[in-house]
């Protein structure tokens, strides 16, 4: 048996969950509201102030939805209640961020400065030069524009240089020796 498809969903005071045909789940909270189309084959029941998962057999592909299902449909009320937050810093001499309006406009020792627009539901901030926060209530939307802003400049093991997520850890390597 799955152990996170088996656990039930704490639904917090403040949130609404609909569950339409299909498995269209919607859910309302503080900060917004989401909307996903899960499996059909699950089964998601409401059950007072919990929703709960549950798969019709043990066939590999029902035991691997279970758990995504039931994790797709938390991540969806944590993002409407607390939201989820990437920190990405920019490091180089001459590398920085800046925002203006919804452009981030990121140098980062190319020719051109990089600009990307922000996505639909994805807010980013900038602190100081070198601190790019992207945050917003879909946690698949976050993670995916805080890649893509990381892709543009990955970090180099030589000289550290490049965006980075605030957690990551660089493995340096020695660089050249002479003779």
């Known amino acids: 048996m799955s152990r996170?498809?088996?656990?039930?969903?704490?639904?917090?005071?403040?949130?609404?969950?609909?569950?339409?045909?299909?498995?269209?789940?919607?859910?309302?909270?503080?900060?917004?509201?989401?909307?996903?189309?899960?499996?059909?084959?699950?089964?998601?029941?409401?059950?007072?102030?919990?929703?709960?998962?549950?798969?019709?057999?043990?066939?590999?592909?029902?035991?691997?939805?279970?758990?995504?299902?039931?994790?797709?449909?938390?991540n969806m009320i944590v993002g409407v209640t607390e939201g989820y937050q990437k920190k990405l810093e920019v490091n180089g001499v001459g590398y920085r961020a800046q925002k203006q309006g919804k452009k981030l406009t990121l140098s980062l020792g190319f020719s051109h400065p990089v600009e990307m627009e922000d996505p639909e539901g994805v807010e980013v901030t900038v602190d100081g030069q070198n601190l790019i926060i992207v945050s917003g209530i879909d946690k698949e939307k976050v993670g995916q524009y805080a890649a893509e802003i990381r892709e543009k400049r990955p970090p180099e093991p030589y000289k550290g240089k490049g965006i980075k997520y605030d957690y990551e850890v660089i493995r340096r390597k020695a660089g050249k020796t002479g003779k």
């Open 4 to 74: 996170i498809g088996r656990m039930p969903i704490a639904v917090p005071a403040g949130v609404t969950v609909d569950i339409a045909e299909n498995n269209q789940v919607t859910v309302k909270g503080p900060k917004g509201e989401l909307t996903r189309k899960l499996a059909p084959e699950m089964k998601i029941e409401k059950d007072g102030e919990e929703i709960k998962v549950s798969r019709p057999n043990d066939l590999k592909k029902m035991r691997s939805l279970h758990g995504l299902t039931r994790t797709l449909i938390h």
